[in-house]
């Protein structure tokens, strides 16, 4: 049987980390046999508070953001939205309620949304610019007004933003503008197979590939980086799924468990443990 280069590339990892298989309980998978690190792309991965620290306060608010860096994370995640008066605001279903109906962001005026919402300015205004900053870009037109309050605001933390959608072309107009770029999916999607994707996603200047954490294995990570894309993995919330992801050499991770994400960190990279960012 004739095995393409990734498939090569696979199995050759796995005999150095281990046999990747699926079992049963939280964690959902787990490796064994793991003896070394594979290196990240990064000099230090980035610790992503998932909706800020959500599994400590009330998720995409100012508190949960700033709690969050304070607990350790180098990097926040949210989704962004577009008022009716192209407001950028932070929220994960986009849709809220007024007088008993549910109503989409995008109908309203940001003075009608709930207070707890918050724009992306007061994002900035509340927790500064020394973090990453990963958005998912709920709208046509929300990655431009990202680029626009950034740039105003906390121009130097333009290459820290890490703008990410689930069909990669959206992406493309957001090119030379100074922020990162996220191909956010999931494998089974990715039809040409992932050593193709990751060359078009080099050829077209699409910075990352994301996927769960159940999709990774270190062979594919491995082929990422080959092609000098970064490799972020999301939903790891126990430290039998965060530890592994380390140490198969992701890039990015994504936790709600902020804390357990930060203690993961330093069992695996022991004084590379990510700094808690200032509050301005």
């Given at each position: 049987?004739?095995?393409?280069?990734?498939?090569?590339?696979?199995?050759?990892?796995?005999?150095?980390?281990?046999?990747?298989?699926?079992?049963?309980?939280?964690?959902?998978?787990?490796?064994?046999?793991?003896?070394?690190?594979?290196?990240?792309?990064?000099?230090?991965?980035?610790?992503?508070?998932?909706?800020?620290?959500?599994?400590?306060?009330?998720?995409?608010?100012?508190?949960?953001?700033?709690?969050?860096?304070?607990?350790?994370?180098?990097?926040?995640?949210?989704?962004?939205?577009?008022?009716?008066?192209?407001?950028?605001?932070?929220?994960?279903?986009?849709?809220?309620?007024?007088?008993?109906?549910?109503?989409?962001?995008?109908?309203?005026?940001?003075?009608?949304?709930?207070?707890?919402?918050?724009?992306?300015?007061?994002?900035?205004?509340?927790?500064?610019?020394?973090?990453?900053?990963?958005?998912?870009?709920?709208?046509?037109?929300?990655?431009?007004?990202v680029v626009e309050v950034a740039?105003?605001?906390?121009?130097?933390?333009?290459?820290?933003?890490?703008?990410?959608?689930?069909?990669?072309?959206?992406?493309?107009?957001?090119?030379?503008?100074?922020?990162?770029?996220?191909?956010?999916?999931?494998?089974?999607?990715?039809?040409?197979?992932?050593?193709?994707?990751?060359?078009?996603?080099?050829?077209?200047?699409?910075?990352?590939?994301?996927?769960?954490?159940?999709?990774?294995?270190?062979?594919?990570?491995?082929?990422?980086?080959?092609?000098?894309?970064?490799?972020?993995?999301?939903?790891?919330?126990?430290?039998?799924?965060?530890?592994?992801?380390?140490?198969?050499?992701?890039?990015?991770?994504?936790?709600?468990?902020?804390?357990?994400?930060?203690?993961?960190y330093r069992a695996e990279l022991?004084?590379?443990?990510?700094?808690?960012?200032?509050?301005?």
């Amino acid at each position: 049987m004739l095995l393409n280069a990734e498939s090569v590339l696979g199995i050759r990892v796995c005999i150095v980390l281990g046999v990747r298989h699926r079992v049963r309980g939280r964690a959902g998978w787990q490796h064994h046999g793991v003896q070394q690190r594979l290196p990240s792309l990064l000099e230090e991965p980035i610790a992503f508070a998932h909706r800020g620290a959500r599994a400590h306060a009330p998720e995409n608010t100012l508190e949960a953001f700033a709690l969050g860096l304070r607990l350790g994370a180098t990097g926040l995640e949210s989704d962004v939205w577009l008022t009716a008066d192209g407001i950028p605001v932070l929220d994960h279903d986009g849709v809220v309620s007024v007088r008993l109906r549910k109503r989409p962001i995008g109908e309203l005026r940001r003075d009608e949304l709930p207070e707890h919402i918050p724009t992306l300015a007061e994002l900035f205004e509340t927790c500064g610019s020394a973090y990453h900053l990963s958005l998912d870009l709920k709208d046509p037109g929300s990655g431009a007004a990202v680029v626009e309050v950034a740039t105003e605001m906390v121009p130097d933390m333009l290459e820290r933003i890490w703008l990410g959608a689930p069909v990669w072309q959206s992406l493309l107009d957001l090119r030379g503008c100074g922020v990162r770029l996220v191909d956010s999916t999931r494998l089974h999607k990715i039809k040409e197979g992932t050593e193709r994707r990751a060359a078009t996603l080099m050829t077209e200047g699409i910075d990352v590939l994301n996927m769960h954490h159940t999709d990774w294995n270190g062979g594919l990570v491995a082929l990422l980086h080959r092609f000098n894309r970064l490799a972020f993995g999301w939903d790891m919330q126990f430290p039998d799924v965060l530890q592994p992801a380390l140490r198969m050499g992701l890039d990015g991770i994504y936790s709600d468990w902020v804390d357990r994400m930060i203690d993961a960190y330093r069992a695996e990279l022991g004084a590379s443990r990510p700094p808690a960012a200032p509050a301005p």
